[in-house]
């Protein structure tokens, strides 16, 4: 259930950043999902390293 929230959050930083430095529509939008792509994979690698970690099966 985490995952989706990371990946919206990313979304919504990149999208932000990409406003915040003057960028047209589709800048946004590219900004918005390349962050969300990163915050993804930091969540997978986060939750690879939590089972390990915690011992979940």
């Given at each position: 259930?985490?995952?989706?929230?990371?990946?919206?959050?990313?979304?919504?930083?990149?999208?932000?950043?990409?406003?915040?430095?003057?960028?047209?529509?589709?800048?946004?939008?590219?900004?918005?999902v390349g962050f969300a792509i990163?915050?993804?994979?930091?969540?997978?690698?986060?939750?690879i390293a939590l089972a390990r970690?915690?011992?979940?099966?």
């Open positions: 259930m985490i995952g989706p929230v990371f990946r919206i959050v990313g979304f919504l930083w990149g999208y932000y950043l990409a406003r915040k430095r003057g960028g047209k529509t589709l800048d946004r939008l590219q900004y918005g990163a915050f993804g994979l930091f969540d997978t690698l986060l939750g970690f915690l011992g979940a099966a």
